[in-house]
């Protein structure tokens, strides 16, 4: 199994990269993992307590179940991989069945930043796109998609995000092996990732 890990900050078009890479593979072959599923369970927190959860910190992610799947998929095991949702703050306590495949992609803003993680990887690729960029994109994405208001937006920006991204996100570029620069749409890097991954598809 070839497995890829995909950084970068919020906003950066990780999601968006994953799915142009994936997109002329085989279905078959290809399987991707979101740390966004690994957020960590908080059933037991009320919703104002649970949106008050700095979720751009790495405490915030279930990096032990995150390790133990990929261990599985590279044994050859199916994981159940749990949904979330971001309108909640939570997990659903719903799980979709994912199987191993010749390609797994991991992606998320903190997946660079646990080393057992990131010794799993055999590729680590970097999202890059400039900070004023990524705000625009989230901002009109949490609005559109995500049920938050432009105050909620921006506070969350200014008191977390900003922070946790210098801290924590920003440094695991070093650990990358490609830096894609995405503030516009990069189709040539995107198609030097596919032909990597062809190549170990034959
Ligand atoms: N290169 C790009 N140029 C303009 N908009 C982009 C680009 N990449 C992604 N987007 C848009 O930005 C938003 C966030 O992208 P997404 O892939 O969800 O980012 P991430 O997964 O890193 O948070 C989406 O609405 C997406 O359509
Ligand atoms: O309940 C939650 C959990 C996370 N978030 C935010 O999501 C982003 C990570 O997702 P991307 O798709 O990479 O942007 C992170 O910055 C968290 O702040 C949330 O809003 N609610």
Redesign the pocket.
């Known amino acids: 199994m070839l497995t890829i890990g995909i950084a970068g900050g ?2 950066c078009g ?2 968006t990269v994953v799915n142009q890479i994936i997109e002329q593979l085989p279905v078959e072959e290809v399987g991707v993992i979101s740390q ?1 599923s690994y ?1 960590k369970d908080l059933s037991h927190l009320n919703y104002e307590q ?1 949106s008050k ?1 700095n ?2 910190h790495p405490s ?1 992610i279930d990096f032990d179940l995150l390790h133990e799947h990929l261990e599985k998929l590279k044994k050859g095991e199916t994981i159940d991989q749990p949904v ?1 949702s ?1 309108k909640e ?2 997990r659903t306590g719903d799980a979709v069945p994912t199987p191993p495949r010749k390609v797994m992609i991991v992606e ?2 903190l997946i660079l930043t646990n080393p057992e993680i990131r010794e799993l990887f055999d590729i680590k690729i970097f999202v890059h796109a400039d900070s004023d960029e990524r705000l625009i994109r ?1 901002l009109k994405r ?1 609005i559109n998609e ?1 049920g ?1 208001d432009l105050q909620e937006v921006l506070d ?1 920006y200014q008191n ?2 900003k922070p946790m991204h210098e801290q924590f996100i920003e440094p695991t570029k070093e650990y990358a092996d490609i830096i894609i620069p995405n503030n516009r749409y990069n189709t040539v890097a995107i198609d030097i990732v596919r032909t990597i991954i062809n190549e170990k598809l034959v």
Do not use: M, Q
């Open positions: 919020t906003g990780k999601t966004d957020y649970r959860i979720f751009d915030a979330y971001f703050h939570n998320g803003i989230r949490d995500r938050r969350r977390t995000l």
